[in-house]
């Protein structure tokens, strides 16, 4: 777990790949309890700590979540996250190039509780969900591409699901078409920048998470054309 940014309300984290933000019926310890620990002993705390958990990110996924450290940050922030206040942008590798190098995707999403997975849309179905994605292509290597995505909605495996829907799955995203896993149950995609104003001082905050240290992610930084 590394800190990339905290204040007296909030803490903002990079998860590492395999990570799950809060218990699961798996009983592995959550992100939520190492934040707990880290307060515990930075600021010598008795007792409980104060942790929220304002929004989720999949276990296989990696970068930025955002934790709350008082009752009325986490409020607001629920609520922020809730009515799409808070910019989220996402870095995507792909093995297959979209047609378009920049585009805007609309689909129509319903989750299926059972597999937890949810299914694409290209028209309107009773109980989907409006699902609505921006993403240009950043950078290129010999086999694989970049993609930064910016989220207008936020559905469940919303970015997994639409890009496998136009024929460009994420590397290692098994559950949605990938042709094989990643060595360590990862996919590739990370949670990249947050932008969003802060729910107690509204100021302007900006957080970027560093990609996993591994020789695909570094060669397309290398070739990010921005």
Known sequence: MTVLYEDNHLVVVNKAPGEIVQGDKTGDKPLSEEVKEYLKVKYN??????CGVTHRLDRPTSGIVVFAKTSKALSRLNAMFKNNEIDKTYWAV???LPEKTEATLTHYLIKNERTNKSTAYDVEKPNTKKSVLHYKVIGQSQNYNLLEVDLET?????IRCQLSKIGSPIKGDLKYGAERSNPDGSISLHARKIAFIHPVSKEKIEVVAPTPDDVLWNALINTNVH
């Open 154 to 158: 936020g559905r469940h495996h919303q």
């Open 94 to 96: 792909v093995k297959k």
């Open 45 to 50: 705390k008795p007792g409980n700590v104060f």
